[in-house]
């Protein structure tokens, strides 16, 4: 069942610039997933933090623009989403794992979020 939101989305002009994010964010591993309209899910970053490391991992088509971080003392991650195209344009989902090893497999995710909409115009 759902146990994380996701908030942010919204539209833009491309070259924009958008924030998502997803609380509650108690999970070790926690990712960022897009979908676009008659395509699969696919990953689009995520974070593992132990103790006071946090490891972050993106997909080649977001890397340099997007970044993913963690604030504890808000208990949320977020998606800061810079130089945005058209072909970032989908429904991004905040997906959670409750076990530690983290990766981009979809099928290791337990929690997901319902989605919140970006889409970026010419």
């Known amino acids: 069942g759902q146990h994380v939101e996701e908030s942010g989305g919204g539209s833009v002009q491309a070259g924009g610039s958008l924030k998502l994010s997803c609380a509650p964010a108690?999970?070790?591993?926690m990712a960022w997933f897009r979908q676009a309209p008659g395509s699969e899910r696919e990953a689009v970053a995520l974070i593992s933090t132990l103790i006071d490391t946090s490891r972050m991992e993106y997909t080649d088509a977001v890397k340099g623009r997007f970044t993913i971080s963690r604030d504890n003392a808000k208990n949320t991650i977020s998606l800061q989403m810079n130089s945005l195209k058209p072909e970032d344009t989908a429904m991004y989902y905040c997906a959670a794992r409750i076990q530690w090893e983290c990766n981009f497999r979809e099928a290791d995710f337990d929690y997901w979020g319902q989605g919140t909409q970006v889409t970026v115009s010419p």
């Open positions: 108690p999970y070790t591993c």
